[in-house]
Antibody, heavy 115, light 113 residues
Framework: EVQLVESGGVVVQPGGSLRLSCAAS????????MHWVRQAPGKGLEWVSL????????YYADSVKGRFTISRDNSKNSLYLQMNSLRAEDTALYYC????????WGQGTLVTVSS | DVVMTQSPLSLPVTLGQPASISCRSSQSLVYSDGNTYLNWFQQRPGQSPRRLIYKVSNRDSGVPDRFSGSGSGTDFTLKISRVEAEDVGVYYC??????????FGQGTRLEIK
């Protein structure tokens, strides 16, 4: 059974940093690209970032480019999102999703940026 | 960026009746490999999104056959043949043809009338 478990979400002050993790199981992790997608409270889905199966290629939404860094450790079946210079508008539930076509999603981890 | 426009944004439906959601893209979603990367997701209240349909019309495993996807180019539709109580939630279309960025529609909230 595919499982994606996000963690690391907390309350952080504007300008702060945070690292989210996504632990994957139930599939061959290094066969798949992985995404981060976020959902602000009461809002729709916003794609954040994509990383290729080997970590060699990464892509970002303009809203996070230069502030967020996606990475993965295939030896640990884990996906990460390093978030720097956080802003109030980054407040959201952050999901990791499997594969280029988003076939499985985690339950999300909540990031709140507030003073 | 490709803009995905869904309609309606709110969809009250009587149990047992059909429902239809439209999704239009600002440019054709046909990729150079001939595939059209248009997916549909369901998000039930308090849950994570779940993929229902991939590449326009392919139903995911475990998805009831009352759900169907159709369309081509820039116009796509998700249909539910007979709405059940468990279908309540928000439905999103998503394009994965022209990226970055990958883009989602605004979401359509389905409720029981």
């Amino acid at each position: 059974e595919v499982q994606l478990v996000e963690s690391g979400g907390v309350v952080v002050q504007p300008g702060g940093s945070l690292r989210l993790s996504c632990a994957a199981s139930g599939f061959t992790f290094d066969d798949y690209a992985m995404h981060w997608v976020r959902q602000a409270p009461g809002k729709g889905l916003e794609w954040v970032s994509l990383i290729s199966w080997d970590g060699g290629s990464t892509y970002y939404a303009d809203s996070v480019k230069g502030r967020f860094t996606i990475s993965r450790d295939n030896s640990k079946n884990s996906l990460y999102l390093q978030m720097n210079s956080l802003r109030a508008e980054d407040t959201a539930l952050y999901y990791c999703a499997k594969g280029e076509q988003f076939d499985y999603w985690g339950q999300g981890t909540l990031v709140t940026v507030s003073s | 960026d490709v803009v995905m426009t869904q309609s309606p944004l709110s969809l009250p439906v009587t149990l047992g009746q059909p429902a239809s959601i439209s999704c239009r893209s600002s440019q054709s979603l046909v990729y150079s490999d001939g595939n059209t990367y248009l997916n549909w997701f369901q998000q039930r209240p308090g849950q994570s999104p779940r993929r229902l349909i991939y590449k326009v019309s392919n139903r995911d495993s475990g998805v009831p056959d009352r759900f169907s996807g159709s369309g081509s180019g820039t116009d796509f539709t998700l249909k539910i043949s007979r709405v059940e109580a468990e279908d309540v939630g928000v439905y999103y279309c998503m394009q994965g043809t022209h990226w970055p960025p990958i883009t989602f529609g605004q979401g359509t909230r389905l409720e029981i009338k």
